[in-house]
């Protein structure tokens, strides 16, 4: 059954070591599938279509978390896991938004506002742990060199165009949160009140959703909750639940070992749940040289070397945290389920 979002639509023909945790993918690389290649230095973040279908694509640009008047105010959720053992000491997230023909050079967005729950606040009893719904946590918003773009080859062949660009506002949010799954509760304002901007979701190449997703838009005059979806088009094609990027930036304990790391939802692993190899979402194209397999009491269970693709037909059913390190010694990490 298909379900309605206020969302921006495209139905066109057309130890210290730095790390982090990413939500998922954002950019989808410097040349849209249909060829053309993005401003120098800047890469596309189009629609996407499931590899090897050619008539059905995403068609949700951007979603609606933003405050723009009185009567349009919107809030996006979506959740994260601190493994057990773990402790994470968190300084900032980083959120992803823009505003449609904006030319500024300066981010239009300088409000927003962050509310963690320590569960899904859509269900009755949810308790916050940090924040509020008013709050302005601004710290800064700068140019994320990337493009939202509708879908260049499917259902019909199209043009990229640059007015979308995506701005990554960062919000300040000192918190010490122990083990668990967690839910943000987060809304962006524009400069201009009665602008409004819309928030791109997670976007994997070659993949409408994973089934993991579960991101939810609040309608905070109505105080009604709906489940995130990408309708497709043709409307004809089956609903995807998507997810929202962001970025969480802290500090961790996990065994007695303090170290600073990132949740980064761009990053992600597919397919997710996997039965017998995966892959990672990699939008930074950073250069993977380990992958550690940390399952749900916090011990090490393995450690793959940086690849193409990782085998995990041997590990027993489950949920894991894996730890992405760079030849840099930065560290990222996502959640992977085994089925």
């Given at each position: 059954?298909?379900?309605?979002?206020?969302?921006?639509?495209?139905?066109?023909?057309?130890?210290?070591?730095?790390q982090t945790y990413n939500n998922g993918g954002l950019s989808t690389g410097a040349t849209s599938k249909g060829g053309t290649a993005a401003p120098t230095g800047y890469t596309w973040s189009e629609l996407q279509n499931n590899t090897g279908n050619a008539t059905e694509t995403n068609t949700s640009l951007?979603?609606?978390?933003?405050?723009?008047?009185?009567?349009?105010?919107?809030?996006?959720?979506d959740d994260f896991t601190i493994p057990a053992g773990a402790s994470w000491q968190i300084s900032t997230i980083d959120f992803f938004a823009y505003q449609t023909n904006y030319a500024g050079t300066t981010a239009p967005f300088n409000t927003v506002r962050v509310n963690i729950y320590s569960s899904d606040?859509?269900?009755?009893?949810?308790?916050?742990?940090?924040?509020?719904?008013?709050?302005?946590?601004?710290?800064?918003?700068?140019?994320?060199?990337?493009?939202?773009?509708?879908?260049?080859?499917?259902?019909?062949?199209?043009?990229?165009?640059?007015?979308?660009?995506?701005?990554?506002?960062?919000?300040?949010?000192?918190?010490?949160?122990?083990?668990?799954?967690?839910?943000?509760?987060?809304?962006?304002?524009?400069?201009?009140?009665?602008?409004?901007?819309?928030?791109?979701?997670?976007?994997?190449?070659?993949?409408?959703?994973?089934?993991?997703?579960?991101?939810?838009?609040?309608?905070?005059?109505?105080?009604?909750?709906?489940?995130?979806?990408?309708?497709?088009?043709?409307?004809?094609?089956?609903?995807?639940?998507?997810?929202?990027?962001?970025?969480?930036?802290?500090?961790?304990?996990?065994?007695?070992?303090?170290?600073?790391?990132?949740?980064?939802?761009?990053?992600?692993?597919?397919?997710?749940?996997?039965?017998?190899?995966?892959?990672?979402?990699?939008?930074?194209?950073?250069?993977?040289?380990?992958?550690?397999?940390?399952?749900?009491?916090?011990?090490?269970?393995?450690?793959?070397?940086?690849?193409?693709?990782?085998?995990?037909?041997?590990?027993?059913?489950?949920?894991?945290?894996?730890?992405?390190?760079?030849?840099?010694?930065?560290?990222?990490?996502?959640?992977?389920?085994?089925?």
């Open positions: 059954m298909k379900k309605t979002l206020l969302i921006a639509a495209f139905m066109a023909a057309n130890f210290s070591l730095a951007g979603l609606a978390g933003t405050s723009s008047s009185v009567t349009s105010s919107y809030f996006l959720a606040p859509s269900v009755a009893g949810a308790a916050s742990v940090f924040g509020d719904d008013t709050t302005n946590r601004f710290s800064a918003g700068v140019d994320s060199n990337i493009y939202r773009v509708g879908n260049s080859i499917v259902p019909t062949s199209v043009i990229p165009v640059t007015n979308r660009k995506i701005w990554k506002i960062t919000a300040n949010t000192p918190v010490t949160l122990g083990a668990g799954t967690y839910w943000i509760k987060y809304q962006l304002q524009n400069v201009v009140m009665a602008s409004a901007g819309f928030l791109p979701p997670v976007t994997i190449v070659g993949n409408r959703g994973l089934p993991s997703f579960n991101a939810k838009q609040f309608d905070s005059i109505t105080g009604t909750w709906t489940p995130i979806v990408d309708a497709g088009n043709p409307a004809s094609a089956p609903d995807y639940p998507l997810d929202m990027p962001f970025v969480i930036t802290f500090t961790s304990t996990t065994l007695g070992t303090q170290e600073t790391v990132q949740y980064d939802n761009r990053i992600q692993v597919y397919p997710n749940p996997v039965r017998d190899s995966f892959r990672i979402n990699n939008p930074d194209k950073i250069k993977i040289s380990t992958v550690e397999v940390i399952d749900a009491s916090g011990k090490l269970v393995r450690t793959l070397k940086g690849s193409e693709e990782y085998n995990a037909s041997d590990l027993p059913k489950g949920n894991y945290i894996l730890k992405i390190k760079n030849d840099g010694g930065h560290t990222k990490i996502t959640k992977l389920i085994k089925q």
